[in-house]
Nanobody, 128 residues
Framework: VQLQASGGGLVQAGDSLRLSCAASGSSFSRYAVAWFRQAPGKERDFVAGIGRSGADTHYIESVKGRFTVSRDAAKKTIYLQMNNLKPEDSATYYC??????????????????????WGQGTLVTVSS
């Protein structure tokens, strides 16, 4: 599978953005997908993820209640809806995919090393 991330931009604090991660290739339904972000000079960290089941989601504490991850199987696309953005959310956002089995939760795949398929980044800048 190949991934293409888009939707970043420059917004003000309190605004919203929706990032998209479009997948190409077969068997996308077999993949869990996560969003990571990397600010300049910092590590690339897990932000949110969704398992093969759309009901299986996981978020870091700082984005709970503000970010929502979802998947559209027909469009082979994963979305990250980001509301009430804060300056500390500024980073390059990456989507990543991992083939997995239904019985394993996305909570078990929060490490960057778990993922071997990455999209290019999309830059999110939140001004105060």
């Amino acid at each position: 599978v190949q991934l293409q991330a888009s939707g970043g931009g420059l917004v003000q604090a309190g605004d919203s953005l929706r990032l998209s991660c479009a997948a190409s290739g077969s068997s996308f339904s077999r993949y869990a997908v996560a969003w990571f972000r990397q600010a300049p000079g910092k590590e690339r960290d897990f932000v949110a993820g969704i398992g093969r089941s759309g009901a299986d989601t996981h978020y870091i504490e700082s984005v709970k209640g503000r970010f929502t991850v979802s998947r559209d199987a027909a469009k082979k696309t994963i979305y990250l809806q980001m509301n009430n953005l804060k300056p500390e959310d500024s980073a390059t956002y990456y989507c990543a995919a991992k083939a997995t089995i239904l019985s394993v939760s996305i909570r078990d795949y929060t490490s960057r090393q778990e993922y071997n398929t990455w999209g290019q980044g999309t830059l999110v800048t939140v001004s105060s």
